[in-house]
């Protein structure tokens, strides 16, 4: 057990979405119903908290992306129940304590920027089910694009320089092709997707991984719309 508390801290504000009539006590949890809305989910509750309307139409989305976003569930998915937990999801940071010269410190560190990220991306209290992933991704997204707007500073930066943090095994402040493979063996990758991921990540050709070079190959990936160029990255079920 992670020890986590399973009384989610909730943002204030927000507007209810209550287009059917319902009350808010007739909406059903992320992890238990189908369909998102500011009641079960904290990027729809902080968009509406800043006026922002945004939508998800599953109309507009590629096929080859939902193919992608649930392949990604389904690696965090450990027990296969159809639900996604934090419980699951802090198994990751764990293993890279295991395959990393990481402090306690930077541990901890990543588990709280997997905790944050996972909440805004739509791990409730009770999980997140697999029919709500991708809304919860799309939502995310746009939350994420929203912050950029307003100043305020990126979760995924947040989640990927804790991991930059641990990958950094030197202290040289970058990330090596061999220190990248590391994190592809934590998540239980076949090590050959490191080069995929290396490639379409140095963007200056220095053989070297920068910070805000691993920020802005996951922020492409998670955020753009779909674009095949980013699927070899995550070819191996990453």
Request: glycine residues 8%.
């Amino acid at each position: 057990s992670s020890g986590i508390n399973a009384e989610w801290p909730l943002r204030p504000g927000g507007l209810p979405n209550n287009h059917d009539g319902r009350k808010p006590e007739e909406f059903g949890s992320a992890g238990k119903s189908v369909g998102l809305n500011v009641h079960n989910n904290e990027s729809y509750k902080w968009l509406r908290s800043v006026g922002n309307n945004w939508q998800y139409d599953v109309k507009t989305m590629d096929p080859k992306m939902l193919a992608r976003l649930y392949k990604r569930f389904d690696t965090f998915d450990l027990d296969t129940d159809g639900v996604m937990m934090m419980d699951e999801i802090l198994y990751w940071p764990e293993r890279m304590r295991e395959l990393c010269n990481a402090s306690d410190e930077q541990i901890k560190s990543m588990q709280d920027a997997v905790q944050k990220f996972f909440v805004m991306k739509g791990v409730g209290p009770d999980g997140c089910a697999r029919e709500n992933w991708v809304e919860a991704n799309r939502v995310f997204a746009e939350a994420e694009r929203e912050r950029a707007r307003r100043g305020e500073p990126s979760l995924i930066a947040l989640l990927s320089n804790a991991y930059y943090d641990v990958l950094d095994d030197d202290g040289d402040g970058t990330v090596s092709l061999e220190e990248l493979k590391t994190m592809m063996k934590a998540f239980d990758v076949p090590q050959e997707a490191a080069y995929t991921f290396f490639e379409k990540a140095d963007i200056d050709g220095s053989g070297k991984l920068e910070r805000n070079e691993m920020v802005l190959l996951f922020q492409n990936f998670w955020m753009s719309e779909y674009d095949p160029q980013w699927d070899g990255i995550y070819a191996f079920k990453y």
